[in-house]
Every structure is written in C-alpha cells, then in structure tokens.
C-alpha cells in the first residue's frame, strides 16, 4: 500500500503565502507525477499542479504567477508553495501521486491523501 501524508494548511489573510507539503511512502517502486487538487464546497475537484518525474510542470490558469510546484524525488515529497493569496483559493486540497508498486512495477494507478484546508479570510 502507498500512503500521502499532507501538512501544511490552515488560515491565512488574503495576500498571505502558505507552503504545503506532501510525502509519499510505502512499498513504492516509481512515481510518474505528482499533484494538488482542490475542492471548495459545491464545486468539484479541480487540478492546482502537477510535475512529473522528468519535471514537467503545469499549473490551472486560475493559480498562475502565484503558486510554484516542487518535488524532491529522493524523498517522494511534493511541495505546494502558495503566494498571495485570495479568498476563492479556499478549499481543501488534495495531494495525489500516480505510482508503481514493489508488487506490481508496470501497473500505475494514483493515489491521493487526506486532504488539508487552506482557508483565506481576513
């Protein structure tokens, strides 16, 4: 099994800055890419960023200029680092990672962790 721990949420004033982290640990073989995700209440789930193992990164218009996605492959770790900061951003946020296993080396599929609220509100 592949777990994603998240840390790094909570309140912030609009025009603040907030740093999310995200570690991926089990029996991991590979990781393809990793990402954030959002979701406010009543809307769905949306792509933040993503960056792929090669460091292929790719951002939602909405976040552009703002927000910078890093990974640190050596220790399956991605980090969200959020910059002025506006109300919409408030959502929970969702780390995901699509993975191989130790068990399974050719087969992919994603993963996603528990979330963490980012709030902005002054």
């Known amino acids: 099994q592949v777990q994603l721990v998240e840390s790094g949420g909570g309140l912030v004033q609009p025009g603040g800055s907030l740093r999310l982290s995200c570690a991926a640990s089990?029996?991991?073989?590979?990781?393809?890419?990793m990402g954030w995700y959002r979701q406010a209440p009543g809307n769905e789930r949306e792509l933040v960023a993503t960056?792929?193992?090669?460091?292929?990164?790719s951002y939602a218009d909405s976040v552009l200029g703002r927000f910078a996605i890093s990974s640190d492959n050596a220790k399956n770790t991605v980090y969200l680092q959020m910059n002025s900061l506006k109300p919409e951003d408030t959502a929970v946020y969702y780390c995901?990672?699509?993975?191989?296993?130790?068990?399974?080396?050719?087969?992919?599929?994603?993963?996603w962790g528990q979330g963490t609220q980012v709030t902005v509100s002054s």
């Open positions: 960056v792929t193992s090669a460091g292929e990164i």
């Open positions: 995901n990672a699509r993975v191989t296993t130790l068990q399974a080396k050719f087969v992919a599929f994603s993963c």
């Open positions: 089990g029996s991991i073989f590979s990781i393809n890419a």
